[in-house]
């Protein structure tokens, strides 16, 4: 009786090496990719259609701007927009009134909120906590709650139509500033200043040149959420000032909308005027405005 030889019986080798496998994931994954890059780029074509559509029509003669489709390309590109606005209006005024109030708040938001934060994260003070969630607590309050309030103090002080009253409620720390601060200075070691004190260093000496050279990133952080919202600010500059020497630019906007109807040529040019530093402060700082909203998420 001839024997079976088990050698002779192919054998299949179910075996699949690491690669395989990782390319089988990614197969499977594929279409699921698929979707979400759809999504994210419908968003984007979404977010991105404002901007164009402000583009197109700042480029646009008053005559063609509803004579056709508003996405479509002008016939005749022009600049005389953007020569009315800065020409024949004060938006070149208006630029250096913004960014006076821009810089001041700032400059005012890094000073007062990073001495405040640190005191808050290291100084040791009967009810420091207390005092600082009731003080967070003020950021449930919507702003237009203490506006009127506001108003009646900077006119007790005789501040109305006045740098002092466009910039001063702005400069002396916010919540949001101070407690961004105050997260990221306690994750300083605080060997780092034991250190320092054990040197001889005071309070100002460590926060100066222990605590503030490692805190950059945090600072160019606040910094550019101050400076946006400053830049775009627009109730606070419209009720506290009401005459050019002080108008902004999100107010001097309004100049080009009349009872009459908008001149729309001049609002999209005066617009991309405003957007113009927004979009070179973008390009140039994109590393920390990512990163401002990766620790602002939760605001």
């Not at 002008?74 to 009134?97: K, M, R, W």
């Not at 821009?102 to 003070?125: C, D, E, P, V």
């Not at 007790?156 to 200075?185: D, E």
């Amino acid at each position: 009786m001839h024997s079976l030889n088990t050698s002779d019986i192919p054998v299949r080798n179910n075996y699949m090496t690491p690669e395989k496998h990782a390319q089988m994931i990614m197969l499977r994954r594929i279409p699921g990719y698929m979707i979400w890059y759809a999504v994210v780029i419908i968003g984007a074509l979404l977010s991105i259609f404002p901007y164009w559509l402000v583009l197109l029509t700042s480029f646009k003669p008053a005559n063609q701007i509803f004579s056709g489709e508003p996405w479509s390309f002008p016939s005749i590109f022009t600049l005389d927009n953007y020569n009315i606005v800065l020409n024949q209006y004060a938006f070149p005024a208006y630029i250096g009134h913004t960014l006076i109030y821009a810089a001041f708040s700032t400059i005012g938001q890094l000073i007062f909120s990073t001495i405040a934060a640190y005191a808050f994260a290291r100084m040791r003070f009967p009810g420091r906590d207390t005092l600082f969630w009731l003080y967070l607590a003020t950021m449930m309050v919507p702003n237009i709650v203490t506006l009127i309030p506001m108003f009646i103090l900077m006119k007790q002080f005789g501040w109305i139509n006045t740098y002092y009253a466009l910039i001063i409620p702005s400069v002396l720390g916010s919540p949001y500033g101070i407690f961004l601060m105050r997260q990221f200075f306690r994750t300083i070691p605080e060997d780092l200043e034991n250190s320092a004190r054990i040197e001889g260093a005071n309070t100002l000496q460590i926060l100066s040149q222990v605590i503030l050279p490692l805190s950059r990133p945090i600072l160019a952080t606040l910094a550019i959420i101050t400076f946006v919202q400053a830049w775009n600010d627009f109730l606070w500059p419209l009720i506290i000032t009401y005459s050019d020497d002080l108008r902004v630019l999100s107010v001097g906007v309004t100049s080009f909308q009349s009872m009459h109807g908008a001149q729309w040529n001049l609002m999209m040019a005066a617009t991309f005027i405003i957007l113009g530093p927004l979009l070179v402060l973008f390009f140039v700082f994109q590393k920390q405005i990512v990163r401002s909203i990766h620790l602002s998420g939760f605001k």
